[in-house]
């Protein structure tokens, strides 16, 4: 039985590194991907992942492939496609560590995932099942995704979805909006950015805004909103929880290592008895201490480059959280 799974993109996030002695810009190979990223930091605190998804028979391939064993992931839902590179992402920050991203990936290997592909015991035994929308933008992985997503939550999986809007890998924002709307009936909890609850809403109040999206389906809605925090809405209550100040260089896999974290806390809350009514059953104060936990963790993944190294220990996670206890 897994803990969790997740379906969609692996990749590269070529993060800034620096410059040479010649002043141009370098980049380091940073192994990445959303669902790869949310996986790595579940795993980090403990528990049995898998992932789905397809890279390309090139180094950069097998050198996520070699990450994620690494990570203790098992990724024999990991497909190599001997024609397509794999998708490599450039990233650009700003000041404040917040990114920009320019993809490569007319195609990418991420996109070409068949539903023939899938190992069946991934999502037939799997507490939770998550996906996002990167994976949604083209055919046939587009079908593979949903197809799968169905499939696991009639055996029983919470289905778990992070959008992850990147505008770029859309042909428009009106089709984005469309797509991730038309998967909300089919999700039990549901993370979106501050940006992405208001372009799915049109709302930027976030009481709002997380409102109007428990009406269209799922059960648990959380807003992140950088270095402020996240706001829940669930079935027990509603509540703002700060984040947490620290050097923040580089944001890249803050969002997923949050939605690891979160995932892991809900698991072990309800490792006996985890299906949708753990969600529904969960108290408001619980819901409270593990958006906390998951700020924490969020927040120490921005104090590092990149997104599967940047993840933070237990240990890392207790500290910040005992610091902020004293202040």
Request: aromatic share 8%; with cysteine.
């Amino acid at each position: 039985m897994y803990d969790l799974v997740a379906i969609g993109e692996c990749l590269i996030d070529f993060t800034p590194a620096g410059m040479n002695d010649q002043g141009i810009q370098l980049f380091g190979e940073n192994p990445g991907g959303a669902p790869a990223n949310v996986l790595a930091m579940y795993t980090r605190l403990g528990g049995k992942t898998g992932f789905i998804g397809r890279v390309g028979d090139d180094g950069f391939g097998k050198y996520l492939g070699k990450v994620m064993q690494n990570a203790h992931i098992d990724i024999r839902g990991m497909q190599v496609d001997k024609e397509i590179p794999t998708t490599l992402a450039f990233v650009q920050l700003d000041e404040k560590g917040d990114r920009s991203f320019s993809f490569y990936r007319k195609p990418g290997a991420d996109i070409r995932l068949t539903k023939n592909e899938i190992p069946a015991d991934l999502i037939d035994h799997t507490a939770i099942f998550h996906f996002g929308s990167v994976s949604l933008t083209d055919e046939p992985s587009r079908s593979t995704t949903l197809d799968t997503v169905s499939a696991a939550r009639k055996n029983g999986s919470i289905i778990s979805f992070d959008p992850n809007y990147r505008p770029l890998l859309w042909k428009s924002e009106s089709k984005a909006r469309e797509t991730i709307l038309s998967c909300l009936d089919k999700v039990h909890i549901l993370k979106v950015s501050d940006e992405e609850m208001t372009l799915l809403t049109g709302e930027t109040n976030v009481e709002k805004g997380a409102s109007m999206l428990r009406t269209m389906g799922p059960i648990l809605v959380v807003v992140t909103m950088g270095e402020k925090g996240a706001y829940f809405d669930a079935p027990a209550g509603t509540g703002m929880v700060p984040g947490f100040a620290v050097n923040s260089i580089d944001t890249t896999g803050a969002g997923d290592s949050f939605w690891g974290t979160l995932l892991n806390e809900l698991m072990k809350k309800h490792s006996q008895d985890m299906n949708v009514k753990a969600i529904e059953t969960t108290t408001a104060d619980e819901w409270i201490s593990m958006v906390r936990y998951a700020n924490a963790a969020a927040a120490l993944t921005t104090t590092k480059n990149g997104a599967i190294p940047s993840m933070p220990t237990v240990s890392e996670i207790q500290s910040i959280l005992n610091h902020s206890l004293k202040a």
